[in-house]
């Protein structure tokens, strides 16, 4: 019995750095050796004791939930949908905090989780029971679904009675790898969390991998905390896992900055948030300030503008790209979302259409992230009216070619007289990160091909004054500007000018990386196909796309005349050997004080490093802001080593 225990809470401890410090103590090999004798102890002896890891696999199937009565009522929080709303509620508080004599009041931030609220019970030290919020005074027991959360500790050191919560989550990191082998892709995570939970077969809930933040002790027996700051010091030496981020502030100015600089950042956590909750941090406030019926008043929740909706598909369109690939593109019906009328939104190929159950008249949720045009995730179960099945189309919709498969993809192959295909390459050509070529729009393009018969992009270079002033809109001033802009883009970085090319799946980092190898346009249109799998983060299909376009005649044809016309790739500045990060790997992972993200790794790249977004023993270093989520954890698993931005200015100046 003394080595079970031993055993027991030696597994518990690495259980705790793991999930919640993100702090692997030992490998996984060496855990699964201790669990495996700790399951082979359990069957000799017949006895389990209560915070046991074997305990959190997944007990046999429930026949029903239990009902379960909180010791203390979950309250809602009353909601304000904009910074004035917030102030408002403010200037209430603090008139009847003067009114009672009470000090100034300072107010935590917090994030406000998108998952399941759960309440856990403990005493004795144990989690004895575990339930959802149901109407705030009873709800459901989930204990044995709960407790497959490794986050969640089974035994704690407070020995009292006591109730706390906080909101189970499913990391975006772990819904993405579920859905790549599910028959059925989960909707989102929100949802992905509250199925599992109420899931009566706990084994299922352990599959989906999921998450807890603890928040808040709604009920505890034996101890008094001063403010939110000793109960939160409270949780984390209870070993809860509470977020990272949190921000004690005095104004509304300062909570109005914070808020909008989450909101900026938050599509880079691992983990999906609705909004901001801001409390009053004294507990002598908050009882004195008491509660309405519905809400304590001593908090609110911010609500940012919602980033997922349900919206009916009304028709659906295949657009042609520049590869000749064709995109399916749903017509909806209009919908709100994300502070922005949504009536279009993309799906990936006919199988996605087929994967996600999507047809004519069908309720869908969609999602907006960084993404202009939103995605749709998935036809809701619950459907209405008449449905109509979406053909797979045999011709190209622009032109009439039939088309050709290439995996799960439609294309066109008629590349050299499709219109979308010509102006999608002319516009990709022409754009900043490529040839930067300014004063040239898409009607413009449009416009040009259409009235000027132009073949290809290099004839782009042979325009003259004579043929664009003869066009309808075209001034001397704004022909003249459009032609030296042309000219200016006649010597443009080799990265760029890969990259315009619109080499199949070489996108901006690609071509960087192709141009900081081979140093000339030469060198990379003879290499083989070894040399190109050697780069870093290139692998075969990359590879054998570079070498099949530099084989492509018509390709070929149209560089030539690109370098007949004058165009000459430079050597990329910035990139040549012995920059201070030269050669070395970097993963960006949370969110950054300093930087956006897209400025640190253009910093990065300047320096002559490159970035990467997933982490590898390839990987040099992880630089981890606030809230790194699994990219941390895989990187401590490797033994990359982790850098702040501090470091980054360091190792750069």
């Not at 074997?54 to 009565?69: A, D, I, M, P, S």
């Not at 010091?233 to 989450?262: G, H, Q």
């Not at 709100?336 to 259409?353: C, S």
């Not at 640190?600 to 002559?608: K, P, R, T, V, Y």
Request: hydrophobic share 35%; net charge negative.
């Amino acid at each position: 019995m003394e080595r079970m225990r031993q055993l027991i809470d030696k597994l518990n401890d690495y259980a705790y750095r793991y999930y919640v410090l993100d702090d692997p103590a030992v490998a996984d090999a060496e855990y699964d050796r201790l669990y495996d004798e700790l399951v082979r102890l359990e069957k000799q002896t017949g006895t389990i004791e209560p915070d046991s890891p074997t305990q959190r696999v997944g007990g046999k199937l429930l026949e029903g939930f239990r009902k379960h009565t909180h010791l203390a009522p979950l309250w809602s929080l009353d909601k304000a949908q904009s910074i004035e709303e917030i102030s408002a509620w403010q200037e209430r508080t603090n008139k009847q905090i003067d009114a009672l004599g009470l000090p100034q009041p300072s107010y935590s931030l917090e994030y406000k989780f998108d998952g399941l609220t759960i309440n856990l019970t403990y005493n004795g030290g144990y989690l004895v029971s575990a339930a959802t919020r149901g109407n705030g005074t009873v709800g459901e027991d989930v204990t044995e679904q709960v407790k497959t959360i490794q986050s969640i500790p089974l035994k704690i050191d407070f020995a009292g009675k006591m109730e706390v919560q906080g909101e189970a989550i499913m990391r975006l990191s772990e819904l993405e790898k579920y859905n790549r082998t599910a028959e059925e892709p989960l909707k989102n995570a929100r949802n992905a969390a509250a199925g599992a939970i109420r899931n009566l077969d706990p084994s299922q809930t352990a599959k989906r991998h999921l998450d807890a933040f603890i928040y808040n002790v709604g009920y505890i027996e034996g101890k008094i905390f001063a403010n939110h700051q000793e109960m939160i010091a409270f949780l984390r030496d209870n070993r809860f896992n509470v977020s990272s981020y949190e921000r004690i502030l005095t104004d509304i100015a300062e909570i109005t900055e914070a808020v909008n600089a989450v909101d900026a950042e938050r599509e880079r956590l691992d983990f999906l948030i609705d909004g901001m909750v801001v409390k009053i941090t004294d507990f002598q406030t908050r009882e004195a300030l008491g509660y309405t019926q519905k809400f304590p008043r001593w908090a609110i929740a911010y609500k940012f503008a919602a980033e997922e909706m349900t919206t009916k598909v009304l028709s659906v369109t295949w657009d042609v790209g520049r590869t000749g690939k064709l995109t399916p593109l749903a017509h909806l019906e209009p919908v709100e979302l994300a502070g922005a009328t949504i009536q279009r939104a993309t799906l990936n190929n006919y199988e996605d259409i087929l994967r996600k159950r999507v047809q004519i008249g069908a309720d869908v949720f969609i999602r907006r992230s960084n993404d202009v045009i939103p995605e749709i995730l998935g036809a809701s179960p619950v459907q209405d009216g008449t449905l109509i099945p979406i053909p797979k189309p045999t011709h190209c919709p622009a032109c009439g070619t039939a088309l050709e498969e290439n995996g799960p993809n439609l294309f066109c192959p008629n590349s050299l007289n499709c219109k979308p295909q010509l102006t999608s390459r002319m516009v990709h050509f022409v754009s900043r990160d490529a040839m930067d070529i300014e004063n040239l729009s898409e009607k413009t393009i449009e416009l040009i091909f259409e009235k000027l018969d132009i073949k290809d992009i290099a004839a782009i270079y042979t325009l003259t004054d004579e043929q664009l002033l003869a066009q309808e809109g075209f001034k001397e001033k704004r022909t003249q500007n459009i032609l030296d802009a042309i000219e200016a883009s006649k010597k443009p970085p080799l990265s760029h000018f890969i990259y315009a090319l619109g080499i199949s799946n070489v996108g901006k980092k690609t071509a960087k990386d192709l141009a900081r190898t081979f140093r000339t346009y030469d060198r990379l249109k003879a290499a083989t196909i070894e040399e190109l799998v050697a780069i870093r983060d290139v692998g075969m299909v990359v590879a054998q796309d570079v070498i099949d376009f530099f084989r492509n005649e018509n390709y070929m044809r149209v560089v030539q005349e690109l370098f007949d016309a004058g165009v000459q790739p430079q050597e990329d500045k910035g990139e040549e050997a012995g920059g201070r990060l030269e050669g070395k790997t970097f993963v960006l992972t949370g969110t950054l004080a300093q930087y956006t993200r897209k400025q640190a790794q253009e910093l990065i790249e300047s320096m002559g490093g490159k970035t990467s977004s997933s982490v590898s023993k390839k990987t040099d270093y992880v630089l981890a802001g606030e809230d790194a989520g699994s990219k941390l954890k895989k990187a401590r698993e490797l033994g990359v080593t982790i850098i702040s931005e501090d470091d980054l200015k360091e190792m750069m100046s």
